[in-house]
């Protein structure tokens, strides 16, 4: 055997959210399972700051050989307010060309190429140089919906933002019409073709990746596995895979506040780096914070330029009520700056956690053993906010979506006390104690998502022997 070691692709779609489970997935594969990665970092423009800090840190840790393309020149093609899916689609047909001539210098020729969920337009290269071909997605119920859109297409008249029942997917929770995936809102747009175009591509691989693993997702891992109307892509569970809290260069002073405070205490409230709340939504939260009298820590953002009724400037601070921080001054922190999202979720002193529901973050909550107000703006948050609450039952969330109105202060007063110190908040912080054992356990030697991609790597020696 001339090489034993399989030589993998693993191409990054711009975004600090794909970039920080794709580089996670490229370290265990080498770390755990002896790969070799390449692991290209593609840009659409120059790299944001996280986006930099993330590739500084993985070059330092020499794992993987990592090399960013040039950024892509989309400016003739799309407009600025592109809908994510349209532009990133966009962004990896155009990088094929380069993509191509990379692949081809590589020695040894790689056995397979793993895309995100933006990426699959680049697995026609994956053809032509007679590699695997795998896509690497978030979460599984998505996946599924995902996966099974080419069937709804012909069989759902009408918007599906209109029907009257839930959507149903074989063997899988059904999805209510609200918590579509944005691509699905409206079928008359460019954005939905694109989602459809992804789920057959998927379709078409030689496996799904899901950052998941079996005790979290295990009846829609079952269904995609079992019914033949999801097509034939074996799915593979290989999650959870967060970034790894490493040593920092300097330590927050965000962690000394968190010291001084009581054990599962304070409530971390974050909406990721794109989400923002609306003026009049950041006055109610305020006003509910301070209604609960529980301990927090906020990472506030100034509303969207769209919010132009409200426009205060750019200073976050300006949108709180006045007063707000004199009278809560005892009790919370409110952050304009970046925060270190992994650290403060797995400090003793943090209790639970407001959250948008973006996937990497719900598995960060998870495995710091912290329940969840889920809290869903876009993408398929609000489908991972219906499955954390109602299927897995560690989080609570309003009555009425955020994306649909404003929720008002006494109904996050009675969300903060639920999760923090109600008798409810107990149970899903017990239960969420159980299920970050199981994923830690999932990654270890002999458990699900290492023997998953123990299965993978075989492939890709049996593929490079060829």
């Known amino acids: 055997m001339e090489n034993s070691k399989p030589h993998v692709v693993i191409v990054s779609s711009p975004g600090v959210g ?10 265990r594969l ?45 400016s003739g093609q799309v407009e600025p307010n592109t809908p ?23 020695k040894p020729s790689p056995s397979a190429l793993v895309v995100d969920v933006f990426g699959t337009p680049a697995l026609d290269v994956a053809e032509e140089f007679h590699m695997l071909k795998y896509v690497f997605v978030t979460s599984a119920w998505p996946l599924a919906l995902m996966l099974y859109a080419p069937i709804l297409d012909k069989e759902v008249e009408g918007e599906y933002v209109d029907q009257k029942e839930p959507i149903r997917l074989p063997g899988c929770m059904p999805v209510r019409p609200e918590d579509l995936v944005d691509p699905m809102m409206d079928r008359t747009k460019l954005e939905y073709n694109f989602f459809l175009q992804v789920g057959s591509e ?58 001084e405070q009581p054990v599962e205490s304070v409530l971390y409230i974050s909406f990721g780096s794109l989400g923002v709340l609306s003026a009049q939504q950041i006055t109610e939260l305020a006003w509910g914070l301070k209604l609960s009298q529980q301990r927090f820590m906020w990472v506030l953002r100034p509303p969207s330029k769209r919010d132009a009724s ?42 639970g956690f407001l959250s948008h ?21 876009y993408a398929e948050q609000k489908m991972n906010a219906t499955k954390l609450a109602e299927e897995v039952g560690v989080a609570v969330r309003p009555k009425v979506a955020p994306t649909r109105g404003v929720v008002g202060r006494e109904e996050i007063e009675m969300m903060v006390r639920k999760v923090m110190e109600d008798l409810e908040g107990k149970a899903m912080r017990a239960r969420i104690k159980e299920l970050k054992i199981s994923g830690e356990k999932a990654l270890t030697e002999g458990g699900s998502s290492f023997n998953a991609v123990s299965q993978l790597a075989k492939q890709c020696v049996m593929n490079s022997q060829r």
């Open 18 to 27: 794909h970039l920080v489970c794709d580089l996670e997935l490229g370290n």
């Open 30 to 74: 080498v770390a755990d399972h002896n790969f070799q990665v390449t692991f290209f970092v593609v840009l659409e423009y120059q790299a944001t700051a996280g986006e930099s800090q993330l590739i500084q840190s993985a070059k330092t840790q020499k794992l993987l050989d990592i090399i960013e393309l040039p950024p892509v020149d989309l």
């Open 84 to 106: 994510i899916f349209t532009r990133l689609t966009a962004v990896m047909r155009e990088i094929r060309p380069t993509l191509r001539y990379a692949i081809s210098a590589l």
């Open 202 to 259: 998927m379709r078409k691989s030689d496996g799904v990746l899901v950052n998941t693993w079996e005790d979290l997702d295990a009846s829609t891992l079952k269904a995609m596995r079992e019914e033949e109307s999801y097509g034939s892509a074996p799915v593979y569970a290989v999650g959870p895979l967060i970034r790894a809290v490493g040593p920092p260069a300097s330590r927050s002073h965000l962690l000394d506040w968190l010291d």
């Open 310 to 351: 409200a426009d205060r400037g750019d200073n976050a601070l300006d949108y709180l009520p006045d007063g707000f921080l004199e009278q809560t001054h005892s009790l919370g922190l409110v952050v304009t700056q970046w925060a270190p999202q992994s650290e403060i979720l797995g400090h003793r002193s943090t209790g």
């Open 357 to 377: 529901c973006g996937w990497n973050s719900s598995l960060e909550s998870i495995l710091s053993g912290v329940p969840m107000i889920a809290w869903p703006l």
